[in-house]
Each structure stands twice: as structure tokens, then as C-alpha cells.
């Protein structure tokens, strides 16, 4: 076309006019890409303030989880052994800190988030319940130790006839079974499907926004084809007088698009400019897809991490404050052949939950074998064997327990403190030597790894 244009040059029409009127079309068509990519740019961005907003609501609701869970480590820890350092800690983060006030107060930013706040205050209501019974475990320990000096808040507390007559050691007895009772962590299980709650309000609200920032940047990416189409028919007729500079990295753009790859930067600068954006937006675009992916990180059985999410915590974790347990079904291969593996299966899903219930919500538990587990107890740095201990117990105890129908099963662990290791490869080696100890002692059992005798106890 531009070929014929030009040899009618004589008839009035010339080059010049011809490649100025292309030139202000190219003008006008660059012009155009511009704006589709600023608004392309705005969308997403849009869409990434919404994700941010997700990410900030999430962290609310979990910091009440992370407040409360705080207070019972504190109370539990000062019950156990009667330090009153954790007392102290515990009214400061509760008088002070005042961390479970302000999550709710960042996740109260319009109606929008009304219902998820309210799940929250559910959650806040159970937790202040809560601290009346552990007011009252403290109050017995302030007694049995005849601390003078302590929170005036505890003078209200009122202690029955029967637990004032206890003698000392009876009433730490009686208050540490206050702060690991079933009853005492049934509450807990409140608290926390009141933050479950609250987080899927804040799931359906984002979905929705999210949804609609979607659709917006749909429609933005189909505007760009076009105006990209367009760009690339308007440097098709320069061809000859622009040579290369807009046809290779076009047509480049275009086969790279449909092989879902980045699109090279170069040719013209506006060119370069849309490919910046546009690589921008995929590399974040195949970030989130990444991050989503749930299902390769975790054990489709039982929702635990798999062996790949396993092998990322390892190779994450600050072995200075993580203990880690490697935990073994005995027998297991029994009860597979003499209930069948689908009874095995629910055994296993039995175990998790019963991991989640008596672990902490930043605990996190992995699926690394068929019937192997391991768990990271994180910022755990100071945390008293005894603690440990009582929640293996725990563990045990409910899997004894048949009214589910399944048959009783136990575990074999082995524990060991990162601190005591130099590396992560000696900490699984440490925590698998501890669990074959406890093996050969009859399982049903758990064994701490000693650095300074190298033996496991």
C-alpha cells in the first residue's frame, strides 16, 4: 500500500505528506498505548492494594491468636515453676501491649469489615473469659509461694473454701492443672474459631473486590491487544521507512504472549515502556500464582506440609529458638493390615488434628513419610522441657481414645533443641537418633537429644 502511495507522488500526493500523516498516527498510536498501559498499570495496582489490604486484616486476626496464645505460654510457664518474671510478662502484655485491642482496632476500617470484627470480639470475649481462670491459677501460685508484691488486679480474686485450704504445693498443683485442663483449652478452640471466623469474612470481602479488580484488568488486557494490533499494523505500512523498529519486537511480544513468557525489551521506547509494564505485572502476576499454590506444599491427605514444604521450613528456620520433633505411629503397619488403610488414613487425620489442637498456630507440622511426622515448635527459645512434655502426654492420651471409632494408637518421639546442633542436616540426623532411642524403649515414649554427652535421655 505504501508502495503505491508513493508512486503517486506525481498526482499530488508525496512521501513527505504520506510519512508525516504517518508519523502523527504513530504519534496518536503510541499516545494510545501509553494510556492503556497507565491504566492497565492502575488496575493491577489496584488489585495488589486489595491483596495488601488481605495480607494486613489477615495478620489482625492472627495477632489476637498470637496475643492470646502469649498470655496461656506465660501463664503455663509461671504455674509450672512460679518465676515471677512471667507473671510480669503476662499483665504487661495484657495491661500494656494490649495487642488482641489494637487488631481489632486495625480490623475495624469501614462496614465493609463489620461482620469480620464482630467474629473478632467473639474471639476477644473468649479470651477475657479466659483470663478470669487464669487469674485465678496465678492468685493460687501467689499463695502457695507467698509472693507480697504482685498485680492488685489478683486482690479480686476469690478463692473457694476448698482450694484455700490446700497446702502449697497442692495449690501450683491445682493451678497448673487450671491452665492445661481440657476445659482450658476447649476455650482456646473458641478463641480460635472466632479468628477462623473472622478470616473468612475477610475472605469474602476480598474474593469480591478481588473478583471485580479481576474483571477490570481482564477488560484492561483486551484493550492493550487491540491497541497492540493496531500498533502493529500502523509499523507494518512504515516497514520500509522505519525499517525494524517496531515489526521484530511486535511480532516478538505477540509470539511470546501466547507462549506465556515475558516480552523481550526492546525496540521503540514506547515499546520498551509497555514490555517494562508488562513483565512487571507477569512476574508479580506469576508470583501470586506461586504463592496460591497451595496443594504443592501440603499433604492432600491430611493438610499437613509435605515433604517439599518441609524441605522449605527447614531450610528457613532460626535453629536458635525451633525445636523440632520427629513423632512415629507404632505398629502402624498393624493396624493397615488389620483394619484396612482406610481406617489407617482417618488414623492419620486423626493425628494432625490432634497436632493442631495441642500445638500453637505458628507450630507447624509435616507429613515427611508415610506414618513420619515432624513438628517446628518456632520462637520457642526458653521454653521449659516439662511444657513439652505435658503436650506430648496430651497427644498420647487422645490418641488412646477409641470413642471415635478408630482403634488406640501411640506415637515415638524424638526431640531436639536447634540450639544444640550446628546445622539443619545434624538436627534431623539429632531428632532421628531420639526417636529410634525411644523406639528400642518400648515406643509410647519421647527422648530429648543431649549435646554435651552426644546421647539422647
Same mark, same amino acid.
Given at each position: 500500500?505504501?508502495?503505491?502511495?508513493?508512486?503517486?507522488?506525481?498526482?499530488?500526493?508525496?512521501?513527505?505528506?504520506?510519512?508525516?500523516?504517518?508519523?502523527?498516527?504513530?504519534?496518536?498510536?503510541?499516545?494510545?498505548?501509553?494510556?492503556?498501559?497507565?491504566?492497565?498499570?492502575?488496575?493491577?495496582?489496584?488489585?495488589?492494594?486489595?491483596?495488601?489490604?488481605?495480607?494486613?486484616?489477615?495478620?489482625?486476626?492472627?495477632?489476637?491468636?498470637?496475643?492470646?496464645?502469649?498470655?496461656?505460654?506465660?501463664?503455663?510457664?509461671?504455674?509450672?515453676?512460679?518465676?515471677?518474671?512471667?507473671?510480669?510478662?503476662?499483665?504487661?502484655?495484657?495491661?500494656?501491649?494490649?495487642?488482641?485491642?489494637?487488631?481489632?482496632?486495625?480490623?475495624?476500617?469501614?462496614?465493609?469489615?463489620?461482620?469480620?470484627?464482630?467474629?473478632?470480639?467473639?474471639?476477644?470475649?473468649?479470651?477475657?473469659?479466659?483470663?478470669?481462670?487464669?487469674?485465678?491459677?496465678?492468685?493460687?501460685?501467689?499463695?502457695?509461694?507467698?509472693?507480697?508484691?504482685?498485680?492488685?488486679?489478683?486482690?479480686?480474686?476469690?478463692?473457694?473454701?476448698?482450694?484455700?485450704?490446700?497446702?502449697?504445693?497442692?495449690?501450683?498443683?491445682?493451678?497448673?492443672?487450671?491452665?492445661?485442663?481440657?476445659?482450658?483449652?476447649?476455650?482456646?478452640?473458641?478463641?480460635?474459631?472466632?479468628?477462623?471466623?473472622?478470616?473468612?469474612?475477610? %475472605?469474602?470481602?476480598?474474593?469480591?473486590?478481588? @473478583? &471485580?479488580? #479481576?474483571?477490570? /484488568?481482564?477488560?484492561? +488486557? $483486551?484493550? =492493550?491487544?487491540?491497541?497492540?494490533?493496531?500498533?502493529?499494523?500502523?509499523?507494518?505500512?512504515?516497514?520500509?521507512?522505519?525499517?525494524?523498529?517496531?515489526?521484530?519486537?511486535?511480532?516478538?511480544?505477540?509470539?511470546?504472549?501466547?507462549?506465556?513468557?515475558?516480552?523481550?525489551?526492546?525496540?521503540?521506547?514506547?515499546?520498551?515502556?509497555?514490555?517494562?509494564?508488562?513483565?512487571?505485572?507477569?512476574?508479580?502476576?506469576?508470583?501470586?500464582?506461586?504463592?496460591?499454590?497451595?496443594?504443592?506444599?501440603?499433604?492432600?491427605?491430611?493438610?499437613?506440609?509435605?515433604?517439599?514444604?518441609?524441605?522449605?521450613?527447614?531450610?528457613?528456620?532460626?535453629?536458635?529458638?525451633?525445636?523440632?520433633?520427629?513423632?512415629?505411629?507404632?505398629?502402624?503397619?498393624?493396624?493397615? %493390615?488389620?483394619?484396612?488403610?482406610?481406617?489407617? @488414613? &482417618?488414623? #492419620?487425620?486423626? /493425628?494432625?488434628?490432634? +497436632? $493442631?489442637? =495441642?500445638?500453637?498456630?505458628?507450630?507447624?507440622?509435616?507429613?515427611?513419610?508415610?506414618?513420619?511426622?515432624?513438628?517446628?515448635?518456632?520462637?520457642?527459645?526458653?521454653?521449659?522441657?516439662?511444657?513439652?512434655?505435658?503436650?506430648?502426654?496430651?497427644?498420647?492420651?487422645?490418641?488412646?481414645?477409641?470413642?471415635?471409632?478408630?482403634?488406640?494408637?501411640?506415637?515415638?518421639?524424638?526431640?531436639?533443641?536447634?540450639?544444640?546442633?550446628?546445622?539443619?542436616?545434624?538436627?534431623?540426623?539429632?531428632?532421628?537418633?531420639?526417636?529410634?532411642?525411644?523406639?528400642?524403649?518400648?515406643?509410647?515414649?519421647?527422648?530429648?537429644?543431649?549435646?554435651?554427652?552426644?546421647?539422647?535421655?
Amino acid at each position: 500500500m505504501l508502495e503505491k502511495l508513493v508512486k503517486k507522488n506525481d498526482n499530488g500526493i508525496s512521501l513527505r505528506t504520506i510519512h508525516i500523516w504517518l508519523i502523527v498516527t504513530m504519534v496518536v498510536m503510541s499516545g494510545i498505548v501509553v494510556i492503556a498501559t497507565v491504566r492497565l498499570t492502575n488496575t493491577f495496582m489496584r488489585l495488589a492494594k486489595a491483596e495488601e489490604q488481605h495480607t494486613e486484616l489477615q495478620k489482625a486476626a492472627h495477632e489476637l491468636m498470637d496475643a492470646s496464645d502469649y498470655l496461656t505460654e506465660q501463664v503455663q510457664r509461671f504455674t509450672i515453676n512460679g518465676d515471677r518474671r512471667f507473671m510480669d510478662q503476662y499483665f504487661t502484655e495484657a495491661f500494656e501491649s494490649n495487642r488482641r485491642e489494637e487488631a481489632i482496632a486495625r480490623m475495624d476500617i469501614d462496614e465493609t469489615t463489620t461482620a469480620a470484627v464482630e467474629q473478632l470480639k467473639e474471639a476477644m470475649s473468649h479470651s477475657i473469659s479466659l483470663m478470669n481462670q487464669e487469674y485465678y491459677a496465678m492468685r493460687l501460685v501467689v499463695e502457695a509461694k507467698g509472693y507480697e508484691d504482685y498485680p492488685e488486679i489478683l486482690d479480686t480474686v476469690v478463692i473457694s473454701a476448698r482450694d484455700e485450704a490446700l497446702s502449697s504445693e497442692d495449690k501450683i498443683r491445682r493451678a497448673t492443672e487450671l491452665v492445661l485442663s481440657d476445659g482450658y483449652y476447649d476455650q482456646k478452640d473458641q478463641i480460635r474459631k472466632g479468628m477462623r471466623d473472622s478470616l473468612a469474612e475477610v %475472605d469474602k470481602l476480598m474474593s469480591v473486590i478481588k @473478583d &471485580k479488580e #479481576l474483571d477490570m /484488568l481482564h477488560k484492561e +488486557l $483486551n484493550f =492493550v491487544r487491540i491497541v497492540l494490533v493496531l500498533q502493529v499494523i500502523s509499523i507494518l505500512i512504515m516497514v520500509r521507512l522505519t525499517s525494524i523498529l517496531g515489526i521484530h519486537p511486535v511480532l516478538k511480544a505477540v509470539d511470546n504472549i501466547k507462549s506465556d513468557s515475558p516480552i523481550p525489551e526492546m525496540g521503540a521506547n514506547e515499546f520498551k515502556y509497555l514490555a517494562q509494564a508488562y513483565n512487571k505485572m507477569y512476574a508479580k502476576y506469576k508470583s501470586s500464582l506461586e504463592n496460591l499454590n497451595f496443594k504443592a506444599s501440603h499433604d492432600e491427605l491430611t493438610g499437613a506440609y509435605n515433604r517439599a514444604g518441609y524441605d522449605l521450613l527447614l531450610s528457613g528456620i532460626d535453629l536458635s529458638t525451633t525445636y523440632m520433633m520427629l513423632l512415629d505411629v507404632d505398629n502402624f503397619k498393624s493396624i493397615n %493390615d488389620d483394619y484396612g488403610h482406610e481406617v489407617g @488414613d &482417618k488414623v #492419620l487425620i486423626k /493425628l494432625v488434628n490432634v +497436632l $493442631n489442637s =495441642v500445638f500453637r498456630d505458628d507450630d507447624c507440622i509435616c507429613r515427611i513419610g508415610g506414618d513420619e511426622f515432624v513438628v517446628f515448635m518456632v520462637h520457642s527459645s526458653g521454653i521449659p522441657r516439662r511444657l513439652i512434655e505435658s503436650k506430648i502426654n496430651q497427644i498420647n492420651e487422645e490418641l488412646e481414645n477409641t470413642n471415635d471409632g478408630l482403634p488406640p494408637i501411640s506415637i515415638s518421639v524424638g526431640i531436639v533443641n536447634g540450639k544444640d546442633v550446628k546445622d539443619t542436616e545434624h538436627l534431623f540426623e539429632r531428632t532421628d537418633a531420639a526417636m529410634y532411642e525411644s523406639k528400642k524403649r518400648g515406643k509410647h515414649t519421647y527422648t530429648f537429644y543431649e549435646k554435651k554427652s552426644d546421647r539422647s535421655s
